[in-house]
């Protein structure tokens, strides 16, 4: 079963646009939300996180929105660099520090 | 700070041997790590969670004596695959818990197994 839905797949932008992606989840025991970004064969690195108390977290050109009541989060990628090209996932637990169940992923291909 | 290795970054061995894969938090010490796997262009599935001086709980689905794991210390746990078979191929990616930074998870950079 899986809890955390991630979509879409992939994504093309281009350089200087809005990347957003979304994911839902089934479990309402879950109350930590990070998003890892992962490069081609390297381990994914964590890039924001979110806890149900806030609705949205801004973290440079990285901002997360979290709808509780629709068990949805999503990120956005504002000002869009051919560096931002990688995976991401977003993630799920029980509190941080429980472990993690991760989304599908999202490939970001942004054009120059 | 909050540095998390992998050793070996790359391996090729022959089916049926085992491989053991090391996991070390370089700056910091963690009680509990996790190991996962990925196969190509998916997502990363929890195979079992690493507590220090206590046995490892392994997702359902997930042989525990096919994968070995040891947390000897603080700073390592360590991943045996035994009897490697091709199926078996896959990257692997450890994450230690950094009490200290709000339990955050810090990930490895990953050991790419390749079982001829």
């Known amino acids: 079963q899986q809890q955390v839905k991630q979509s879409p797949q992939s994504l093309i932008v281009q350089k200087g646009g809005i990347s957003i992606i979304n994911c839902a989840y089934e479990n309402t025991a879950f109350d930590y939300f990070p998003w890892y970004q992962q490069f081609p064969g390297k381990g994914p690195a964590l890039l924001i996180a979110i806890r149900p108390d806030v609705s949205e977290k801004k973290e440079g050109r990285f901002t997360i929105s979290f709808n509780k009541s629709a068990k949805q989060f999503s990120l956005h990628i504002m000002d869009s660099q051919p560096g931002d090209s990688a995976t991401y996932f977003c993630a799920a637990s029980r509190t941080a520090g429980n472990k993690l169940t991760f989304g599908g992923g999202t490939r970001v291909l942004v054009k120059p | 700070g909050a540095v998390v290795s992998q050793h070996p970054s790359r391996v090729i061995c022959k089916s049926g041997t085992s491989v053991k894969i090391e996991c070390r938090s370089l700056d910091f010490q963690a009680t509990t790590m996790f190991w996962y796997r990925q196969f190509p262009k998916q997502s990363l599935m929890l195979m079992a969670t690493?507590?220090?001086?206590?046995?490892?709980?392994?997702e359902q689905g997930v042989e525990k004596d096919k994968f070995l794991i040891n947390h000897a210390s603080l700073t390592l746990s360590t991943l045996t695959v035994t009897s490697a078979h091709p199926e078996d191929s896959s990257f692997y990616i450890c994450?230690?818990?950094?009490?200290?930074?709000?339990?955050?998870?810090?990930f490895g950079p990953g050991t790419r197994l390749t079982v001829l």
């Open positions: 690493s507590n220090e001086g206590s046995k490892a709980t392994y």
């Open positions: 994450s230690a818990l950094s009490e200290v930074s709000y339990n955050e998870q810090f």
